[in-house]
């Protein structure tokens, strides 16, 4: 991981953006109802809902792009696109690599989710998807980690008894469990992470400022707690 730091980190000297006329926004395009591609093939849900508004109110003209998780904040680093909102929390370890804004939700409980309501968490096998906080958690807990590219294939595993549960957001987990009568909520939620937030590059010191200044704006006026509520994907602030 610190070699990882430090080869981002250097890009990231030579990759800074000074403001350009369009932002790219990258996100997953997986992970509903944060961010999903629709039937019409465009991405959507509640990142592309708040992020559509918080560029009209920074007055940015933005643009969307789609990135697999596992390289999204080494493409953010090397240029491919301008800021992450991708349900990404904010931890200590990003933040050695990129920046972020203000968090734009307050911290989404991790949650088991498993097809027997007897299952050992503390000690069995745990999906998570790679690079996630769920995934540091489980690695350092006595259970026996299992790490899947996307948030799918960590459902997949448990259906299929690769893993005993998966450990996630909530708000990710809830409306699976919800239509599926096979899997249930297991063990207690785990609180991780500082919150979502907007990556940036640690150059683009002016476009986060923007944003900070956009999610401030929204958060005065209710406008982001209403959005929350419409996407159940957090508390409300």
Do not use: H
Request: proline fraction near 4%.
């Amino acid at each position: 991981m610190k070699k990882l730091v430090l080869t981002t980190a250097a890009l990231a000297l030579s990759a800074g953006m000074a403001m350009a006329d369009t932002v790219r926004m990258g996100t997953e395009g997986a992970y509903p109802p944060w961010n999903f591609i629709n039937d019409a093939g465009e991405i959507d849900g509640f990142e592309r809902e708040l992020g559509d508004e918080l560029c009209k109110r920074a007055d940015l003209e933005c643009e969307w792009v789609k990135n697999d998780w596992d390289s999204i904040i080494p493409n953010l680093v090397s240029g491919n696109y301008d800021v992450i909102i991708a349900g990404m929390s904010i931890t200590d370890e990003r933040d050695e690599v990129i920046d972020f804004t203000q968090n734009y939700t307050p911290p989404d409980p991790s949650a088991y989710v498993a097809v027997s309501d007897d299952v050992d968490v503390a000690n069995g096998v745990v999906a998570a998807q790679t690079g996630t906080i769920q995934a540091a958690y489980i690695a350092e807990s006595g259970a026996t980690l299992v790490e899947f590219a996307s948030p799918e294939e960590t459902i997949a595993a448990v259906r299929n008894g690769e893993a005993d549960a998966v450990l996630a957001d909530k708000s990710f987990l809830a409306p699976i469990a919800n239509e599926d009568a096979d899997l249930r909520f297991v063990a207690e939620d785990v609180p991780l992470g500082g919150g979502v937030g907007i990556g940036v590059r640690e150059s683009d010191g002016e476009l986060k400022e923007k944003f900070n200044t956009a999610i401030q704006s929204m958060k005065d006026d209710g406008s982001l707690n209403e959005l929350i509520t419409k996407w159940e994907v957090s508390s409300t602030f």
